[in-house]
């Protein structure tokens, strides 16, 4: 009986860990921390309970476990709370972002979804500074927050069908992606030339 238990604790542990992954927010280090100190304390458990067989069994079952549950929980995550774990074919069109909002002022996205630049993100009602911000803002709401679930490996100015486009290439824990961004709204305007929409 104590078998059953110690491994259905540990079972469910594990799935908090592993969904706790996919989450965002600022008790997120917390949360792992004590899911981390729970596993351990299990494993350890099961040495003194169950004796060193089926503590070894412990020490590789979260490893085991983590791996298990790792698509299941990327899927509640998505479907229970709405969160996106990465972009992909069906992902939001860009006219259901939301005005990014700065100090007296906010950009407006348009125009396609970035991922090729006949597609690329049109970006108004800003200053040049503010205009870069929205790009990456654009992209923290499509893959999360910057530096944990996504970096940006390089930026570059091309010219694309007479227009200055800015790429950002970034890494994501799904591989890489580039995204376009069309700066004719903002190229060069500082605050005090912004243009209204």
Known sequence: MSKIILFSFLGCVCFLYTLNLFLKGAKKQIIEAV??????????????????????????SPFVLVGLFRPLTQAVAYI???????????????????????NGGEANYTGGDGLVPERAVIISGCSHVEGVAAEYAYITKIHGQQSIDWEAESQTLIGHGGKILDAIAVKTRNGGRTYYFDTSGFFGKFTNEKESC
């Open 35 to 60: 899911l981390c100190i729970l596993i351990v304390a299990t494993v350890i458990a099961s040495f003194f309970v169950l004796g060193w067989r089926w503590g070894l069994i412990a020490v590789i």
């Open 80 to 102: 229970l709370l709405g969160y996106r774990t990465g972009i992909d074919e069906q992902s939001e069109s860009i006219n259901s972002l939301p005005l990014f909002y700065f």
